[in-house]
């Protein structure tokens, strides 16, 4: 699992593994960026369905529960489908650009 930290932003990349370890390690490895905004790049994954996705809602809610932003990054999704709790988008800097959106909100109390 790859970490790359810019400020208070963590973007999360596991190269060439099936969801269930990538999650798996996700879980281990959170309590070291906890206090960043997260950005979760699922590039390498390929192919995802919104169960997949769905995967991920529990540590969404626990992150963004604590004031945080957890973005995840893919082309391969269907954001039509996907529900209003789980932030996805389909490049990086969209997902800087909700980070920076959400920091907004938080700040004007919206």
Partial sequence: ???DTDG?????????????????????????????HLIVNLFSLGKLTTDDVL???????EHRGAGKSF?????????????DE???????????DMIEMEEIERDLDL
Avoid: G, W
């Fill in 8 to 36: 208070n932003i963590t973007i999360v990349l596991q190269e060439k593994v099936s969801l269930q370890t990538f999650l798996k390690n996700l879980r281990e490895a959170y309590p070291r960026f906890k206090n960043n």
């Fill in 55 to 61: 995967e991920f809602l529990e540590i969404s809610n």
């Fill in 86 to 96: 789980i932030c996805a988008v389909p490049t990086l800097q969209e997902a800087r």
């Fill in 1 to 3: 699992m790859l970490f």
């Fill in 71 to 83: 973005v995840l990054v893919s082309d391969a999704l269907s954001y039509n489908d996907l529900p």
